[in-house]
């Protein structure tokens, strides 16, 4: 049973355009999120997070919004660039009862940003 | 500052044979994780540690095994490789796991034949 879902394995977007990256989760225990992007041959780099008594969180172009009565967030970049091409993964924690170094990873959505 | 490395880069076993993955961190950090990563899967969580002499299974830990006598160091056993355990494996650090998210690794690209 898949907890964290991310259900568009793609998505293109133009340069200086918006790309919106979602993700939906079936465990209500969870209660943090992060988001990672991933180049080729290279391990995940940490791009943001957001705690459960948040609903939105904005580091410079990116921002992540959080729907917990849906049970949905969404990572906004703001503008595209190129450089942004990667595989992106969402990832969710329990911060209680000492879980919260097990993160649940979705599959990943690549990005790609055309010039 | 190198971080959270990695060793080997690749490694090619047969059915059977055994060997350690490395990991080494010099950040400080409590938390150590390791997950591997195949195809349409995401990342999946093998073992964690949550300071030295603490360890425990996560998700996938069937076929493996880890210590950590050290903060800096959590490396993966597999005790007699299985194709099933052909993967890429990616050693993560943290100091809490919430404001700054993991540190991993570049990874292990591994092939059992």
């Known amino acids: 049973d898949q907890q964290v879902k991310q259900n568009s394995p793609s998505l293109s977007v133009q340069e200086g355009r918006i790309s919106i990256l979602n993700c939906d989760y079936t465990?209500?225990?969870?209660?943090?999120f992060l988001w990672y992007k991933k180049y080729p041959a290279e391990g995940p780099t940490f791009l943001i997070s957001?705690?459960?008594?948040?609903d939105k969180n904005e580091d410079g172009r990116f921002t992540v919004f959080l729907n917990k009565s849906a049970k949905h967030l969404s990572l906004h970049i703001v503008p595209s660039q190129p450089g942004d091409s990667a595989v992106y993964f969402c990832?969710?924690?329990?911060?209680?009862?000492?879980?919260?170094?097990?993160?649940?990873f979705g599959k990943g959505t690549l990005l790609t940003v055309n010039p | 500052n190198a971080g959270v490395t990695q060793t080997p880069k690749f490694q090619v076993l047969k059915t059977g044979q055994s060997m350690t993955l490395q990991c080494a961190q010099d950040?400080?950090?409590?938390?150590m994780s390791w997950y591997r990563q195949d195809p349409g899967m995401g990342l999946r969580l093998i073992h964690y540690?949550?300071?030295?002499?603490?360890?425990d299974q996560g998700e996938v830990p069937n076929g493996y095994n880890v210590s950590r006598s050290t903060t800096e160091d959590f490396p993966l056993r597999l005790l007699s490789a299985a194709p099933s355990q052909t993967s890429v494996y990616f050693c993560?650090?943290?100091?809490?796991?919430?404001?700054?998210?993991?540190?991993f690794g570049s990874g292990t690209r591994l092939t059992v034949v």
């Open positions: 957001i705690s459960s008594i948040k």
């Open positions: 993560a650090s943290s100091a809490d796991g919430f404001n700054y998210g993991y540190t």
């Open positions: 950040m400080n950090h409590e938390y």
């Open positions: 990832a969710a924690s329990v911060s209680s009862g000492g879980s919260n170094y097990k993160l649940t």
């Open positions: 465990n209500s225990m969870f209660d943090y």
């Open positions: 540690s949550v300071g030295a002499g603490i360890t």
